[in-house]
């Protein structure tokens, strides 16, 4: 894994969402999880309508997953999970889409590659963080990247970035 | 220790916490806790493992073992709602019938509920088996099946030659039996029924649930199941899951070339 740490970084992103368990239809019967159907769901929407949403960078965006916890996540398990890409314009953005706004934080970066993406990779980076950046991740969200490296899950070739946001300095103990 | 067996002790430490505080709070944040885990990666380990979401395991383990306090004592229903942490008695009605399609109410007054479909405890053995197993649950469309064969135990030995076995259960046997099994081969849809064997049935078709080896399913040589724990997995898990409820008359196992079971079909109503 290759490390980095990307600092103030705020994200404007632009794409679709689903809140609750993202795990549980693949629980129960369907090939694919919710995460699965929603990059379905949202590439398909692309594919018929090209030039809906104004994408970074342009013509070939990099995609980002964001998982967010939400107020009732720690009662029920629940969460947001959005997948869309950075936009410098959001208020023209298409009413199928939703616009997404995390704050500047500093972000634990790692690039994952090949067998390192099998699961159990975010605790791996969870249990480094405080050792290689002296403060633990922020559990709040949490973001992956994928742009044209990435071929697939455990492709030998293919690689996507993990992006952690870490505690803020004055509240890191 | 393996990457496998890590995740199923980190999940054993939040499914023996929920056994321990089935009477009392206790929120997803703290089984994520016990396991260790981030809440993002517990929720996916933990469903992946146990077919459950977190909080769906916590419902049911509750309402099942509120269950058999609403069907053999005396206690007002409120006050078993508030000991098992529901807030409401109407909270507790609507998860009740979610789990099992009546009201703790209609249970009570019938003295019985249909506990084949009570989610027991999930112990870390039972989950290691069901990851070992590779079962997974698949919606079908199971067409009218008229089959020849004859009356068998429900476990077998079956006759050489048998391919399904229709499993009915008492009190709504098949062709006005209640037989344990009946083993044999499905008819093609013009195919006369034999001369010998002389008995033949015939099951209902409509939609259903199957558990099979998933990797395994399109292989000529399907790969054999525990009919036991499929049996556990599609009642208690998967078909309550779904939001589905069993037909309740038959179940199907279909055997392999070697006469081993390769899938449980269990037919659903509506």
Not at chain 2, 117 to 127: P, T, V, W
Request: net charge negative; proline share 8%; aromatic share 10%.
């Amino acid at each position: 894994m290759e490390y980095r740490l990307e600092r103030a970084r705020p994200f404007v992103l632009v794409g679709m969402n689903f809140f609750g368990n993202p795990f549980r239809s693949a629980g129960a019967w369907d090939e694919d999880n919710e995460i699965g159907s929603l990059w379905k769901r949202l590439m398909a929407y692309l594919a018929a309508d090209p030039g809906a949403v104004a994408a970074l960078p342009r013509g070939d965006p990099a995609w980002f997953e964001a998982h967010v916890l939400h107020p009732s996540s720690a009662v029920n398990g629940d969460y947001e999970v959005f997948i869309g890409a950075e936009t410098a314009e959001p208020l023209a953005s298409p009413a199928a889409c939703v616009v997404k706004v995390l704050p500047a934080a500093d972000y634990a970066v790692a690039t994952l590659r090949g067998d390192e993406m099998t699961p159990g990779w975010e605790e791996r980076l969870a249990a480094d963080a405080l050792a290689r950046y002296g403060r633990p991740l922020a559990r709040g969200w949490g973001l992956q990247r994928y742009d044209s490296r990435f071929k697939g899950l455990g492709d030998p070739g293919s690689a996507f970035e993990a992006w952690s946001p870490l505690v803020p300095p004055d509240t890191a103990r | 220790m393996n990457d496998d067996e890590r995740r199923l002790a980190s999940i054993s430490r939040a499914l023996d916490l929920v056994e321990s505080r089935l009477r009392d709070r206790l929120d997803v944040a703290a089984m994520a806790g016990a396991a260790c885990y981030s809440m993002f990666h517990f929720v996916r380990v933990f469903t992946e493992l146990t077919g459950h979401g977190p909080y769906d395991y916590l419902m049911r383990r509750r309402v099942a073992e509120a269950a058999e306090e609403v069907v053999s004592g005396e206690r007002p229903l409120i006050d078993i709602a508030l000991e098992y942490d529901f807030e409401s008695p109407e909270g507790f009605a609507r998860a009740f019938r979610r789990c099992f399609g009546l009201s703790p109410s209609e249970a009570r007054k019938a003295r019985r509920y249909p506990s084949g479909l009570a989610r027991l405890a999930i112990s870390g053995q039972y989950a290691k088996r069901l990851l070992a197993s590779g079962l997974k649950a698949s919606p079908s469309e199971e067409p009218a099946l008229s089959i020849a064969g004859s009356m068998a135990d429900a476990d077998g030995p079956f006759a050489i030659g048998t391919e399904i076995v229709v499993v009915g259960f008492a009190g709504e046997g098949l062709a006005g039996r209640a037989p344990s099994a009946f083993a044999g081969r499905a008819l093609g849809p013009e195919e006369p029924a034999p001369a010998f064997p002389a008995v033949s049935t015939v099951v209902a078709g409509g939609p259903a649930v199957a558990a099979s080896v998933a990797s395994a399913r399109d292989s000529p040589r399907r790969a054999r199941i525990d009919v036991g724990l499929a049996r556990d997995y599609l009642y208690r898990t998967a078909i309550p899951v779904a939001g589905a409820f069993p037909r309740g008359d038959v179940e199907l196992i279909r055997l392999g070339p070697d006469g081993g079971p390769v899938e449980l079909v269990v037919p659903l109503s509506g």
